[in-house]
Every structure is written in C-alpha cells, then in structure tokens.
C-alpha cells in the first residue's frame, strides 16, 4: 500500500483506549502519513465520544501534527475513502457484559467477557453488527483493511473473513504482547533477540520460545514461570491469577495462555468469580468504575498525553498493537505479530478455512503465519472442540438460531449442559433482547411461555 494522505476511521471512538491509539499513532507519525482520524460512535456514546475526542485533539496538537480528527456517529461518513479501519466496540456497552457475568454466577456458572456463556453472547451481539459494517465497507471503501481488536476477537474475525467475505481483516489480541514480555523479562534477553511461535485460537493459544542461538528456551520458561518454587505470576490485570498445576504445564511442553486457567483450573477461576459476585465485585462492576474514573481524568482540558491510570483497565497493548499493524501493511515492514487470520493449513488439526491466532510477519498484502503443524493430542483436542463450539456460535448469531446456540452452550466446557445449559441461554436471551434481532423469534417465545424466567432475570439486573 503506497497511498498518502491516509484515511483511519475508528468504530467504538468513545473508548476509554482511544487515548492509547491516538498515542501510538503518534509515536509512529514518521511512517503513517495520516491527514484524517475519523472517531465513530452511537447515539449511547456521544458523550464518551466527545470526551475522549476532545483528548485526542489535544494529544495531536501537542505532538505538532496537523492531522485532522473528526467526531461522529455517522459511521457511514466514517468509512468513506478510509484506508484502514479499527474496530473497538461493545454492543451494549460495559452493562450488556456486567449481565454476561452476572447471570451465569448466579447459577453458580462462569460468567466471563470473553469464555463461557458470557463470551458466547458478547459473540451474538457482536457479529451481526461486524457484518454490518463490512456491508457498508463494501460500498465506501472496498480497498480498507479491517483491523479487529473487538472481543471475542477469534469469532468475530472468522465471521467477518468467512461470513463477510472480508479478506483483508487482521483480529488482534493484547495477550500474546504480554507473554512475549514475560519471556523476555525471565529470561533476562531483549524482547527482539527472541524467537516466538504462537499457535492456537484467541484467548486459547499456545506459544514456544528460541533464542538467536537457535536453542530452544521453552521448558526453561515453563520452570521460570510455573516451577514449584514460583508465583506463576500472570501480566494479565483482568483475570484471577491462580496458578496453574506445574505438572501438567511441563507435560504440554508449551506455554500456556492466561486465559487457560478456567480450563485448566477451572474449579479455582469459578470458586474466585463467585466471591467476586457474592461481593459485587464482578470484574465488569470493576471496570466500570475504572473507566468512569477514567472518563473523569479524559475531562481535564490540560490533559494532552495517555494517563499511567489506563493500564489498569486490562487491555493495555491492544491500540499500540494496532497501530504497529497499520504500520507495517501500508510500509511492508514485515513486523513478527500475533495475528487472528486465516488458517490455510498453518495448524494441521483444524479446519483449513477457519481464523486461527498464530505468529508471523505482517506484510503489504496481510499476515503470513509460521507454519505451526500439529499439536500434542492433549493439546488437539479441547482446541479442536473449542473451534467447533466458535463455529457454532457464529452460525447461531448469524441466522438467530436457538437449537444452534443450545448446541453451542452444550459443547463449550464451561457451561454445565443439560436443564442448566437452556436455562442459561433462555435467561441471557431475555437479558440482552436489545440487541438480539435476529434471535426476536426465540426471545418472543421466552416471554410468552417462561413468565418466571422474565422475572428472574429482571429482579437480578436490579441488583447490578
């Protein structure tokens, strides 16, 4: 891509982590030759959108640049000639996930942003929306790539390459970022003089690490971090840090992802979530009260510059690493990231035109991933029934399917199946009925036949 005079158009501009873009784009203003940062956002939105906005402009007038920003909610003005197009919405806002969390927990299930019944219906909301932006794409800037970092960022980028039919989109994931520093910190090597290969789905990969020497420092890294005598300390701010049992991890013969613990300690994530929730204390309550402050310090008319306080929110990296993305497509810099991308035979145990997140060089005409092969069959399984549950998920929010969407809470391994699997499902359906069309039909019987369900459900969000 040799274009100047770049077009970015960011969906879900009110985010608290627009600052983080804004400041990576600037650290990087000597390779993207930006004219227009086009911030979008809902009517729901607007006054986050004109707080963070206003930060944007000053960050950019502070940094000397004359480059244009615009407020909107207008998305389709936004895509208009756009080069490059970010995606960092939430349907719903940070309510719709305090009831993902809140629900499940009140049955004593998992409740979870991105994982189990949560992250199942963040997916239904999410990916109808994704497809209508690809549609307006189409019309008003055919040539943009999208850059995905909304969550479930693996489902909803599979939707939008297989089911959109958008090529040219990348999901990202901040969680690779931090187990690359990790390696780096433990092992007492710079970060770029290291070798990572990453290979799984999002937030359920796994990754092997080498040094310049050509020597493999993986099991060295599962004794640093999950040895016996360790903390097994995690860098992710925005899940329970349990540690996982060494035993099984030195069995794997590969780094696990954070967010492997509610699969492989499942019972300790879920007895933590509870007390969480017994407290009040959900992590999305948590968040909400962070961002609030957050939206405060975004007020400040002195404040020109992304304040330490955004670290906190749990997706620290994720805007940098967007940037760097941008940066190297439109200048073929071929950086080494962890993309969400087509698999193409890159991991041999799932199917070859599912989204699978695996490393390799980002270059002018998209990512090309390392080839990765096969995984151990303890490893082969659960990913390979984890990818039939994604598939079915975005097969149930596309065509608004509830025997799809029960089948998906059946197979996902943090929902109980069974009475608890349905009245989990029927329960989030009349929780999120806003923002559910395409499941009217389903919802519509709920409430007719299931009086009691709509009251439990209601009585509980009381409680938010």
Same mark, same amino acid.
């Given at each position: 891509?040799?274009?100047?005079?770049?077009?970015?158009?960011t969906?879900?501009?009110g985010?608290?982590?627009?600052?983080e873009?804004i400041?990576g784009?600037?650290k990087?203003?000597?390779e993207?030759?930006?004219?227009e940062?086009w911030?979008?956002d809902?009517?729901?939105g607007k /006054?986050k959108?004109?707080?963070?906005g206003a930060?944007a402009?000053?960050?950019?007038?502070?940094?000397?640049?004359?480059?244009?920003?615009?407020l909107?909610?207008?998305r389709?003005?936004?895509?208009?000639?756009?080069?490059f197009?970010s995606?960092?919405?939430?349907?719903g806002?940070?309510?719709a996930r305090i009831?993902d969390?809140?629900?499940?927990?009140?049955h004593?299930v998992?409740g979870?942003?991105t994982?189990?019944?949560?992250?199942? #219906?963040?997916?239904?909301?999410t990916?109808?929306?994704i497809?209508g932006?690809?549609?307006?794409?189409?019309?008003?800037?055919?040539?943009a790539?999208?850059?995905?970092?909304? @969550?479930?960022?693996?489902?909803?980028?599979?939707?939008?390459?297989?089911?959109?039919?958008?090529?040219?989109?990348?999901?990202l994931?901040?969680v690779?970022?931090?187990?690359?520093?990790?390696a780096?910190e433990k092992?007492?090597?710079p970060?770029?003089?290291?070798f #990572?290969?990453?290979a799984?789905? @999002?937030? #359920?990969h796994?990754?092997?690490?080498?040094?310049?020497q050509g020597?493999?420092?993986t099991?060295?890294?599962?004794?640093?971090i999950?040895g016996p005598q360790?903390?097994?300390?995690?860098h992710l701010?925005?899940i329970h840090? =349990?540690?996982?049992?060494?035993?099984q991890?030195?069995?794997l *013969?590969?780094l696990p992802?954070g967010?492997?613990r509610?699969?492989?300690?499942?019972d300790?994530?879920?007895?933590?979530?509870?007390?969480?929730?017994?407290?009040?204390?959900?992590?999305?309550?948590?968040?909400? /009260?962070t961002?609030?402050?957050?939206?405060?310090?975004y007020k400040?008319?002195?404040l020109?510059y992304k304040?330490?306080?955004?670290?906190?929110r749990? *997706?620290?990296?994720y805007?940098?690493a967007?940037c760097?993305?941008?940066?190297s497509?439109?200048?073929?810099?071929?950086?080494?990231?962890?993309?969400?991308?087509e698999?193409?035979g890159?991991i041999t145990d799932?199917?070859y035109d599912c989204v699978?997140?695996?490393?390799?060089?980002?270059?002018?005409?998209?990512?090309?991933p390392?080839?990765?092969g096969a995984?151990p069959p303890a490893a082969?399984?659960?990913?390979?029934?984890?990818?039939?549950?994604?598939?079915?998920v975005?097969?149930? =929010?596309?065509?608004g399917?509830?025997?799809?969407?029960?089948h998906?809470?059946?197979?996902?391994?943090?929902?109980?199946?069974?009475?608890?699997?349905?009245?989990?499902l029927d329960?989030?359906?009349?929780?999120?009925?806003?923002?559910?069309p395409n499941f009217?039909?389903?919802?519509?019987?709920?409430?007719?036949?299931?009086?009691?369900t709509? =009251?439990?459900?209601?009585e509980?969000m009381?409680?938010n």
């Amino acid at each position: 891509m040799t274009r100047e005079a770049l077009k970015i158009a960011t969906i879900g501009g009110g985010s608290s982590y627009t600052p983080e873009l804004i400041e990576g784009y600037i650290k990087r203003k000597d390779e993207l030759p930006i004219k227009e940062i086009w911030l979008v956002d809902i009517e729901a939105g607007k /006054e986050k959108l004109e707080t963070v906005g206003a930060m944007a402009k000053r960050m950019v007038k502070a940094a000397g640049l004359d480059w244009e920003v615009h407020l909107t909610l207008d998305r389709r003005a936004a895509l208009k000639d756009a080069d490059f197009v970010s995606t960092q919405f939430r349907v719903g806002l940070l309510d719709a996930r305090i009831k993902d969390e809140r629900i499940p927990l009140s049955h004593g299930v998992l409740g979870q942003e991105t994982n189990g019944a949560g992250g199942m #219906f963040k997916a239904f909301r999410t990916i109808p929306v994704i497809l209508g932006i690809i549609e307006d794409m189409k019309e008003l800037c055919p040539d943009a790539w999208l850059v995905n970092f909304t @969550n479930p960022a693996g489902m909803v980028t599979e939707a939008a390459i297989k089911h959109g039919g958008w090529k040219k989109t990348a999901g990202l994931c901040n969680v690779p970022i931090g187990h690359r520093k990790q390696a780096a910190e433990k092992l007492g090597i710079p970060e770029d003089d290291l070798f #990572f290969k990453f290979a799984g789905i @999002n937030h #359920f990969h796994w990754h092997r690490v080498w040094d310049k020497q050509g020597n493999e420092r993986t099991q060295e890294l599962i004794d640093l971090i999950y040895g016996p005598q360790e903390d097994s300390e995690s860098h992710l701010k925005n899940i329970h840090n =349990a540690p996982f049992h060494y035993e099984q991890i030195k069995d794997l *013969g590969m780094l696990p992802c954070g967010y492997h613990r509610y699969y492989y300690i499942e019972d300790e994530m879920l007895k933590h979530s509870i007390e969480e929730f017994e407290k009040g204390e959900t992590r999305a309550q948590v968040v909400k /009260e962070t961002e609030a402050r957050l939206f405060e310090l975004y007020k400040d008319p002195n404040l020109d510059y992304k304040p330490k306080e955004l670290e906190q929110r749990g *997706g620290t990296h994720y805007s940098d690493a967007a940037c760097e993305l941008i940066a190297s497509i439109h200048n073929d810099k071929r950086t080494d990231m962890v993309v969400s991308t087509e698999n193409n035979g890159t991991i041999t145990d799932l199917p070859y035109d599912c989204v699978v997140e695996v490393s390799g060089p980002v270059t002018a005409h998209g990512h090309e991933p390392y080839n990765w092969g096969a995984f151990p069959p303890a490893a082969r399984g659960i990913i390979q029934v984890m990818k039939g549950m994604e598939e079915t998920v975005i097969r149930a =929010a596309i065509d608004g399917d509830y025997g799809a969407a029960l089948h998906a809470f059946t197979i996902n391994p943090l929902v109980p199946g069974g009475v608890m699997a349905k009245t989990l499902l029927d329960e989030l359906l009349i929780a999120h009925k806003d923002h559910l069309p395409n499941f009217s039909e389903a919802i519509t019987k709920i409430e007719t036949e299931q009086p009691d369900t709509v =009251a439990y459900v209601t009585e509980l969000m009381k409680s938010n």
